[in-house]
């Protein structure tokens, strides 16, 4: 992973390039919501995960707006993700953001048109390395809906285990499961305050 820093100070855009050089990860920003619109209400990406649904641009704007407050707060979360370099198309949003000061959330969501390539594993592997080089000692989870099959796969595979299965207070449905994954062991009180 490498950051792009230009002359005389910080970068406050937070230019990082995925270690293949595939993906651009960037700090998002209110023009982002468009195309952000666009790939949050694609029914393939909601399929496996209806609380991912935005139903119109305001929803976008508005959670666009804390994920930016959340930079703003912390200096880490989750990134725009740009095909090839920092003009390149958005494919999605992901990396690690602050969770109740308890631990770090990986999360991401990709276009369904970028899903197969490996883009998850690249930018779940930046936002780890950055919240380890930021809060080493806070544990790196990911909250998964059950039927979710293809996220639960995507952060197996950068080290994640199994820690907690229960209801999915998020979801209406009541017999919606999530998945608490973490890198070690949780408490019972780190499990409370990630889930509920």
Request: net charge negative; proline share 5%; glycine share 8%.
């Amino acid at each position: 992973m490498s950051q792009e820093m230009p002359e005389g100070g910080a970068n406050i855009e937070q230019v990082t390039r995925t270690s293949s050089g595939r993906l651009v990860l960037r700090r998002p920003v209110p023009s982002d919501a468009d195309e952000l619109f666009r790939m949050y209400s694609d029914t393939r990406l909601i399929e496996c995960d209806p609380l991912l649904a935005h139903s119109s641009i305001i929803h976008t704007q508005t959670v666009l707006q804390r994920r930016i407050a959340e930079w703003h707060q912390h200096g880490h979360g989750l990134w725009v993700l740009l095909e090839g370099d920092a003009a390149g198309e958005v494919v999605g949003m992901g990396g690690c953001q602050l969770q109740a000061d308890t631990a770090w959330n990986l999360s991401f969501s990709l276009r369904p048109q970028s899903w197969g390539r490996g883009y998850a594993q690249e930018v779940a592997s930046a936002g780890i390395a950055l919240a380890h080089s930021t809060r080493p000692e806070l544990p790196i989870t990911a909250v998964v809906a059950e039927r979710n099959t293809r996220s639960h796969r995507a952060v197996e595979r950068v080290g994640l285990h199994k820690e907690w299965q229960g209801p999915d207070n998020y979801d209406p449905d009541p017999a919606a499961m999530m998945l608490l994954y973490a890198d070690r062991v949780l408490s019972h009180d780190q499990i409370l305050a990630l889930t509920c």
